[in-house]
């Protein structure tokens, strides 16, 4: 029997003697029942318990769990050396120890965590060979190994706050959004931690100095930089400072709908962008080679399971917030929760690699990103324009309406003159050739030789015979065409497979992107000055099939008398 397992029944207060207590199955805590249906499955959402608003299985899990959990933190012996670092976001190890579950390892007094084992994993990776054999350990002859001088005592949370908001949840969503309309599983949950603080131990067999001890946490916060524990691709597992190999970070600024947890309330999820850039990889491929080999392509840069082959990405991502405001919209059956936020998107690499093939990867992950600023977003309705901006009237007080739409621009001087590519309509194409061309050189690099005649036969595949972007200069916000013509009956695509409604992915996207201008710098006259304007390019990205709307839409477009998009990419 675990220790835990002993400290819930010492502190619960029950002899360990079942035949005493009436119905004693139904009074294990959850944490010890079998994940077994009619046991204990905390990882499935309860849809019948959502309506009924009755709690979990996984928020009864982590309240019985936090409720016999000690208040203080474990405490590391005086020849430990320590030091404590915050995690950005959500953090996760995967204890292994429930059958398609993830959730915390447990510790002493009932405390998630972060175990000597992987900790000197990664460790060791962000070593020289030198300075690995050292501290880790080395092999002398086969079956004869030598420890090393280090032994390291994981981490814990500092403080109880890590108490908060563990139930968290996962929806994966990339083959309905790109490949078919075959909606995903749905929700599943995980226990993950809250942007907590943790500590961590190392100690060692002999005495060192303490300038040594500077260049040991040093290497440790390089290993911690490429994240820690499950899912650092996506995001979790990343410390609010970053001293890895960045390999592009980015400012930037956006609005939207906040993701909902299973109590209602709000959170704003850095997983968001991962989520695009993998979608939108997976586009650009898929325009370029088959299914599979796009399927490939993006797990090498992305991470993924194949056939139960587990496989790291190239890439991890973190996003740094400096600015974040939570708040509500709409009235009555419509109150979502939103989000206005700022911060810094960067894009870590995991392995090393030589010069070429780092270039190579560094210009594909700059098209990705600009690629997604350009003609869509980030999050939940990202492939509409935020309608509070440009279509306001569609909230009317006597009419409430479920909120539609994000918006996302860049911020920062650098960001408005190097990662702005599209200023003007007529850039449009270039830039597209431009994102095609980064990934078929990157492919080549990878020994694959990109083949668009046979491309991947998906919804969303980016190749010239599937998609086409329209396009207009909009003079200020409220001279948005798109969203307004969607409701008018000439040429109407409001609430059909065009542009999709709930459970249904459209054949649209739609966004008002900012045209900023550059101006030449009165102080200093060989740099360029950011101006941003009050206009838009607005862009129409879609994906035509042969059903009878698609048609009709594609003939409004073409044939309007007015030309009210012109044609910029696709056949």
């Not at 510790?107 to 962000?126: Q, V």
């Not at 994240?227 to 190999?245: D, F, K, L, M, N």
């Not at 249904?504 to 060989?526: A, E, S, T």
């Not at 390019?537 to 042969?546: K, S």
């Amino acid at each position: 029997m675990t220790p835990y397992i002993l400290l819930h029944i010492h502190r619960l207060k029950i002899p360990y003697m079942p035949n005493n207590i009436p119905d004693a199955a139904k009074k294990v805590p959850l944490m010890f029942q079998a994940q077994t249906k009619g046991r204990c499955q905390i990882q499935y959402i309860d849809d019948q318990a959502r309506k009924e608003k009755r709690s979990q299985q996984a928020e009864r899990w982590a309240e019985q769990w936090i409720d016999k959990a000690y208040p203080n933190p474990p405490i590391f012996g005086d020849q430990v050396q320590t030091r404590s670092y915050s995690i950005s976001w959500r953090f996760v190890t995967n204890s292994g120890q429930d059958d398609g579950v993830i959730r915390p390892v447990i510790g002493a007094r009932g405390w998630p965590f972060y175990p000597g084992s992987s900790m000197k994993g990664i460790f060791r990776r962000a070593c020289t060979i030198e300075q690995a054999e050292r501290y880790c350990g080395k092999d002398i002859k086969a079956g004869d190994f030598q420890p090393g001088i280090f032994r390291f005592h994981g981490g814990y949370p500092t403080s109880d706050t890590w108490q908060e908001k563990l139930v968290d949840i996962v929806h994966p969503q990339q083959d309905w959004q790109v490949k078919d309309d075959k909606k995903s599983a749905g929700a599943f949950v995980q226990i993950s931690l809250y942007k907590p603080e943790l500590i961590f131990g190392i100690s060692s067999t002999i005495t060192l100095k303490a300038s040594e001890w500077e260049t040991i946490w040093n290497i440790w916060e390089k290993a911690l930089s490429t994240g820690i524990g499950c899912r650092v691709c996506a995001g979790y597992g990343q410390p609010e400072h970053h001293t890895g190999e960045l390999i592009y970070r980015v400012q930037i600024q956006g609005q939207g709908q906040v993701s909902k947890q299973l109590d209602g309330t709000g959170e704003f999820r850095p997983n968001i962008f991962r989520a695009a850039l993998r979608g939108h990889a997976l586009r650009i491929f898929g325009g370029l080679t088959d299914a599979d080999t796009a399927d490939r392509l993006v797990e090498t840069l992305f991470g993924g399971v194949r056939s139960h082959e587990e496989k790291f990405g190239l890439l991890s991502m973190a996003f740094g917030e400096t600015d974040l405001e939570l708040e509500e919209f709409g009235q009555r059956s419509y109150i979502t929760p939103t989000y206005k936020v700022k911060g810094y998107l960067s894009w870590l690499l995991t392995q090393n690699l030589g010069d070429t093939e780092r270039e190579g990867l560094q210009k594909l992950v700059k098209a990705l990103t600009r690629f997604a600023m350009l003609l869509g977003g980030f999050g939940k309705s990202w492939r509409r324009a935020d309608h509070r901006l440009f279509l306001p009237e569609y909230y009317d007080q006597e009419d409430p309406k479920p909120l539609i739409g994000c918006h996302w621009q860049w911020l920062g001087t650098k960001s408005l003159i190097q990662d702005v590519r599209v200023r003007k309509l007529e850039q449009v194409s270039q830039f597209i050739q431009e994102v095609r061309q980064a990934a078929s050189n990157w492919m080549q690099l990878q020994g694959i030789t990109p083949a668009p005649d046979n491309y991947a036969p998906w919804r969303e595949a980016w190749h010239p015979e599937t998609v086409q972007v329209w396009g207009r200069l909009a003079d200020e916000a409220e001279d948005c065409e798109a969203i307004p013509r969607a409701k008018i009956s000439e040429g109407s695509i409001y609430r059909s497979s065009v542009t999709g409604e709930v459970g249904q992915i459209g054949k649209l996207w739609h966004r008002m992107y900012p045209v900023v201008r550059l101006l030449q710098d009165p102080k200093k006259p060989n740099q360029p000055m950011p101006k941003k304007t009050n206009q838009y390019l607005e862009l129409l990205r879609f994906f035509p099939d042969d059903s009878d709307q698609s048609e009709q839409f594609l003939e409004f477009l073409e044939s309007h008398p007015k030309k009210i998009l012109q044609k910029l990419w696709g056949n």
